[in-house]
C-alpha cells in the first residue's frame, strides 16, 4: 500500500506524530496523548510547559501576567520605543493588535475561514463608540465603557448580516468576497453623511476618572491606563476563546476547518458554525475597534483601509493559525515592529512580507504552531469515547507493527 | 422492508445534469452496490443521499420519511452515515479524535464505548494507532478509518464511496470483507464501487449506472454473469 494516495498529510504531522511516538514509547498510555509538537525552541518549551504540574502552570502564567501590566512602568530599555515613540502607547498599540489577532484567529485559525476583511469589524466597532460618545455625532450618547458590549452587539450582527450570504462559498472565493467587506465599511463611511467621511469625529468618549492635575485618567496621551484596560480585555477574551475551544463548539470549527463535508457527514451543522465563528471573531473586532477609537480619540474614513486588514491576517499566520497564544504573539509583534525600529518603519509591509515568506517556507504553521491546542481535545475524546476509566488500560502497550 | 428509496431523482451541476430520473430502493439488511465507470455519477448519488447536493426533481425516502430536503448534518442523525470518497478524514486529528467526531450527531452517549469496542474488533490496526495523527497514516488506514468513524454514529444506512480506491489488491479483498462483516452485524451498506468484481460478488443487488442513469439491475450474481457487464466492468 502507498502513503501518497491519501490526503495531504498536514505539514509538520510526520514530524509531530515521530515526536508523539517517541514520547508515547517513553511514558504510560495515558499521558502519552499529550506528546506536543516537539520541533523548534518553541516546541520544546510547549513540551516542558506540558509536562508542568498545574499548580506550577499557574504560577508561571501569573508571572508573565504581572510582567505584563508591569511592563509600561518598568520600560525595559531593550524593549523600549522610546525616544522615537512612547512605549505605554506602544504597548497600547500591540495589545489592540493581540485583541485582533486573537479574533481573527476564530475566524482563520479555529474554523479555517480566510477572511481579508477583518478591518470591517475593527471599524464597525470605531464607529460605534465615536458616534455614540463624540460630541460631533448627532446621536444620542452613552457613557464610554458601554460602547465596548454595544461594539460587540453591532459588529456581531453585522458578522451575522454578512456572513449569512457569503459563508456559502469557500476557500479563494470567500476570500475574495471578504476583502470587499473593509472597502464596503469604508465607502459607507464616506457616503453616508451621518457617518462624516473624511472630517470624522473629534474626541470620542473615555473611561471615567479625573487625575489630581485635572487631566483624565485615560487621556489620549496617556498609553498605561489604556494598555492596562486592553490587557485585562485580552486576557478575559484568551480564557474565554480557551474554554470555547475545548467545547463542542470548538471541535466543530477544527472538524469545518479540516474538511467541511465531512464535518457535516458526521453530524456538524457547518453553516451554523461557521456564522458563529464569523460573529465571535466580529465581535472581538468590533471591541478592538472601539478601544482603538476611544485611546486615539478621532475616527474618521480613512484609518480603516485594506492594507491593515491584511497586516491582521499577516499576524495570525506569523503567530501560528489556530493557536491563541500565537495569535498574542503575532499581534503584538506586528505592532511593536515599526514602532520599535522607526528607520525601517516606512519599510513595514516589505518586511513583513519577507517575514511572511521565510515563516511559510520554514515553519509553514507559525511561530507557534496548533498543535497544543488539539491536545486537550484529545485528552476529552478519550474521556467521551470511553465512557469514563478505559476498559483495558493496556492499550498503548501492546506491541507497533 | 424498504429502508432507502430514491424516486425519479435527478441532479444538476448548474445547467449540467448529472443524473437523469434515477429510482431505486435499498432493503434493510442489505448490501447494495453501485457499479460504474468515471462519470457515471456514482459519487453524486452517494452525495444526494447523504444531504451533501440537493436534487433537482424526485425524491428520496428514508425509514418512510421524506428526507429531500432534510439538510446532511440531520440525516446523521436519522442514521445515515457516509465515510465520503478520498476517504475524508481529518488530517491533523488523531486517529481517536477522528472517532470521537464521529459521534457528534449522536444524541445518547451510551453504547459508545461498546461502538469503540467493536470499531476496534473490526480494524485492530486502527487501535494499534489511535493515537497517530489521520494524516500521516496509509492510504488503507485511511480508509478503515474513514469507515470506522462512519460506524461510530452507529448508523442504520452505511454509505461507502469508493472504499477500494487507491488501495492495494490484499487492501481491497480485506476491506470488502469487512464490508460483508459490518453488514452481517446489522447494517445495511449501500455501495459505490469501480472495482465491479468485489462489489458484485459481495452485493446482495446491485446497479449499474451509465451517465446519470441505471442501465442494468439485478443480484449481485445475475450481473456478474452478464456478458455485456463482463465486457465492460469486468475486463471480458
Known amino acids: 500500500m502507498s502513503t501518497t494516495d491519501g490526503p495531504t498529510p498536514m505539514p509538520g504531522a510526520k514530524a509531530a506524530q515521530a515526536a508523539a511516538n517517541r514520547q508515547a514509547a517513553e511514558k504510560n498510555p495515558s499521558t502519552s496523548a499529550d506528546a506536543a509538537h516537539k520541533t523548534g525552541w518553541f516546541g520544546r518549551w510547549n513540551e516542558k510547559w506540558q509536562a508542568m504540574p498545574r499548580q506550577k502552570q499557574w504560577l508561571y502564567l501569573i508571572a508573565i501576567v504581572a510582567v505584563a501590566y508591569l511592563l509600561p512602568i518598568l520600560n525595559p530599555p531593550i524593549l523600549s520605543t522610546e525616544p522615537g515613540n512612547d512605549f505605554p502607547l506602544a504597548l497600547f498599540s500591540m495589545a489592540v493588535y493581540a485583541l485582533v489577532a486573537v479574533g481573527l484567529n476564530i475566524v482563520i485559525g479555529y474554523a479555517g475561514l480566510l477572511d481579508l476583511g477583518y478591518i470591517a469589524f475593527f471599524a464597525v466597532g470605531s464607529y460605534t463608540a465615536a458616534m455614540l460618545t463624540s460630541p460631533d455625532s ?3 450618547k452613552v457613557p464610554y465603557l458601554w460602547t465596548l458590549p454595544l461594539a460587540i452587539v453591532v459588529a456581531m450582527c453585522i458578522g451575522v448580516i454578512l456572513g449569512i450570504p457569503t459563508l456559502r462559498l469557500r476557500g479563494d472565493y470567500l476570500a475574495i468576497v471578504t476583502l470587499g467587506f473593509g472597502e464596503i465599511i469604508r465607502i459607507l463611511a464616506t457616503l453616508i453623511p451621518a457617518m462624516k467621511g473624511q472630517v470624522g469625529f473629534q474626541n470620542v468618549g473615555r473611561p471615567p476618572g479625573m487625575g489630581e492635575d485635572g487631566i483624565p485618567v485615560f487621556a489620549n496621551s496617556n498609553g498605561t491606563p489604556w494598555y492596562w484596560l486592553t490587557l485585562t480585555i485580552l486576557i478575559i ?3 474565554l476563546a480557551g474554554n470555547l475551544e475545548r ?3 470548538g471541535r466543530s470549527w477544527i472538524a469545518i476547518r479540516e474538511d467541511e463535508d465531512a464535518a457535516e457527514t458526521m453530524g456538524v451543522p457547518t ?15 468590533g471591541m478592538s475597534g472601539a478601544l482603538f477609537a476611544g485611546q486615539v480619540g478621532f475616527v474618521n474614513n480613512q484609518k480603516f483601509d485594506v492594507v491593515t486588514s491584511i497586516l491582521f491576517v499577516a499576524a495570525v499566520v506569523l503567530g501560528g493559525v489556530g493557536n491563541k497564544v500565537g495569535a ?3 499581534g503584538a509583534l506586528v505592532a511593536y515592529i515599526p514602532l520599535r525600529f522607526t528607520a525601517i518603519a516606512e519599510y513595514k509591509y516589505l518586511i513583513f512580507g519577507l517575514a511572511l515568506m521565510l515563516i511559510m517556507i520554514y515553519r509553514s504553521k507559525g511561530l507557534i504552531p496548533a498543535r497544543n491546542r488539539l491536545l486537550a481535545y484529545g485528552q476529552e475524546a478519550y474521556a467521551r469515547v470511553r465512557n469514563g476509566p478505559p476498559k483495558k488500560p493496556a492499550v498503548a502497550t501492546e506491541k507497533e507493527v | 422492508m424498504t429502508l432507502l428509496e430514491l424516486k425519479d431523482v435527478s441532479v444538476h451541476y448548474g445547467r449540467i445534469q448529472a443524473i437523469h430520473n434515477m429510482s431505486f430502493t435499498v432493503g434493510e439488511g442489505e448490501i447494495v452496490s453501485l457499479i460504474g465507470a468515471n462519470g457515471a455519477g456514482k459519487t453524486t448519488t452517494m452525495r444526494t443521499i447523504s444531504g451533501l447536493l440537493n436534487p433537482s426533481h424526485g425524491s428520496i425516502t428514508f425509514m418512510g420519511e421524506d428526507i429531500t430536503k432534510m439538510k446532511a448534518h440531520i440525516r446523521v442523525v436519522q442514521g445515515i452515515s457516509q465515510a465520503p470518497e478520498g476517504r475524508g478524514i481529518f488530517p491533523a486529528m488523531t486517529v481517536l479524535e477522528n472517532l470521537d467526531m464521529g459521534t457528534f450527531g449522536r444524541k445518547d452517549r451510551t453504547g459508545v464505548s461498546d461502538d469503540l469496542e467493536r470499531v476496534f474488533t473490526l480494524f485492530p490496526r486502527l487501535k494499534e494507532r489511535e493515537k497517530q ?3 500521516t497514516m496509509s492510504g488503507g488506514e485511511q480508509q478503515m478509518l474513514a469507515i470506522g468513524r462512519a460506524l461510530m454514529s452507529r448508523p442504520k444506512l452505511l454509505l461507502l464511496d469508493e472504499p477500494s480506491m487507491g488501495l492495494a489488491p490484499q487492501f481491497i479483498r480485506q476491506i470488502f470483507k469487512i464490508i460483508t462483516e459490518i453488514n452481517s452485524q446489522g447494517t445495511t451498506v449501500l455501495l ?8 458484485l ?8 449506472l451509465e451517465t446519470g442513469e441505471i442501465t442494468h439491475s439485478g443480484t449481485g450474481k445475475e450481473l456478474l454473469a452478464n456478458p455485456a457487464i463482463k465486457e465492460a466492468y469486468l475486463g471480458g
Not at chain 1, 271 to 285: D, S
Open chain 1, 271 to 285: 453553516f451554523k458554525y461557521k456564522v458563529w465563528a464569523f460573529a465571535l471573531g466580529a465581535g472581538v473586532g
Open chain 2, 201 to 208: 460478488a459481495r452485493a446482495h443487488r446491485a446497479f449499474v
Open chain 1, 138 to 140: 448627532p446621536f444620542i
Open chain 1, 247 to 249: 467545547s463542542r463548539v
Open chain 2, 133 to 135: 495523527y489521520g494524516g
Open chain 2, 192 to 199: 459505490v464501487e469501480q472495482n465491479a468484481n468485489q462489489a
Open chain 1, 328 to 330: 498574542v504573539f503575532g
Open chain 1, 237 to 239: 477574551v484568551l480564557l
